[in-house]
């Protein structure tokens, strides 16, 4: 997705730590039309801080959401879904790190999560500059936050995006337009 709304010189590390996510996300990056700007990574992101000398312009994560979730019957899915193999401090030192000074690091929390990741985000130096409230349907609460820092101070802009529009997969105009690139149906 981010190759398909980048710049043709743009290039996209993708880091992932799970074996086999790892090989579905190879063979995604080698079916696509944007393939050759994508280049996989097999390694925690932790590794990667540890090794890498890039800068980078952008970081989006999708980290795993949840502070003290229940384990999963397999342990990738726990592993993508809480954060003890990636603790936010460590996901934000990390960004922080690897960041250019004029970069941004985008994530997307779970309302409780993307809380408390908003504090330790400050704490750790960054200013938040965009935050959108996705909410399922209208006049219900937000589910998600879809966060954007930066290492520059900066104001914050509010948005808010609703998904569904009072009917199961009955999806708003913005969410359409937000997405219709990446879905058939739309």
């Excluded at 996705?134 to 948005?159: D, M």
Aim: hydrophobic content about 35%; charged content about 25%; proline content about 5%.
């Amino acid at each position: 997705m981010l190759a398909q709304r980048t710049h043709s010189k743009v290039r996209i590390d993708a880091v992932e730590i799970d074996d086999s996510a790892y090989q579905q996300a190879m063979e995604n990056i080698n079916a696509c039309p944007w393939g050759n700007r994508i280049f996989g990574i097999h390694e925690s992101f932790q590794e990667l801080c540890a090794r890498s000398e890039e800068k980078y312009d952008a970081i989006v994560s999708n980290p795993p959401y949840f502070m003290n979730g229940l384990d999963a019957k397999e342990e990738s899915r726990t592993k993508a879904r809480n954060a003890d193999h990636l603790p936010f401090e460590e996901l934000l030192e990390g960004a922080k790190m690897l960041l250019n000074p004029e970069g941004t690091f985008s994530v997307v929390l779970p309302i409780e999560e993307g809380n408390y990741f908003m504090r330790l985000a400050k704490l750790t130096g960054f200013s938040l500059k965009r935050k959108c409230h996705v909410l399922p349907n209208p006049g219900k609460p937000a589910k998600r936050y879809l966060l954007e820092f930066s290492l520059k101070e900066c104001n914050t802009l509010e948005e808010e995006l609703i998904v569904e529009n009072g009917q199961r997969h009955v999806y708003s105009p913005q969410y359409i337009e937000l997405t219709k690139e990446f879905y058939l149906k739309f």
